[in-house]
Nanobody, 124 residues
């Protein structure tokens, strides 16, 4: 059974950078597409970024394009979310998720396993 553990969240100021990591255990992720989602207080969980099994295809929400970058290291069994030029509206719990398929997807219903999340708080 695969387990995902997110790390790297915390407090930041507007304009700062953070890097989130998602480490997997229990199985290799090399055949799984992965994604990052986020949920702000009082809002539904929303798509942030997705990457296919080898990292050749990525998708981003319009709100984060040009600022956030998803990447993966299949040797380290880890997926990353590089966050630059942070804004207060990026404040949310960030979740890593994976799917039993190689192609990247952008909806929560397409993901099969989830981490417990890491909090990112951005002050103005």
């Amino acid at each position: 059974q695969v387990q995902l553990v997110e790390s790297g969240g915390g407090l930041a100021q507007a304009g700062d950078s953070l890097r989130l990591s998602c480490a997997a255990s229990g199985q290799t992720l090399k055949n799984n597409a992965m994604g990052w989602f986020r949920q702000a207080p009082g809002k539904e969980r929303e798509f942030v970024a997705a990457i296919n099994w080898i990292g050749s295809v990525t998708y981003y929400a319009d709100s984060v394009k040009g600022r956030l970058t998803i990447s993966r290291d299949n040797v380290k069994n880890t997926v990353y979310l590089h966050m630059n030029s942070l804004k207060p509206e990026d404040t949310a719990v960030y979740y890593c998720a994976g799917r039993w398929g190689t192609e990247a997807r952008t909806t929560t219903g397409d993901m099969n396993f989830w981490g417990k999340g890491t909090q990112v708080t951005v002050s103005s």
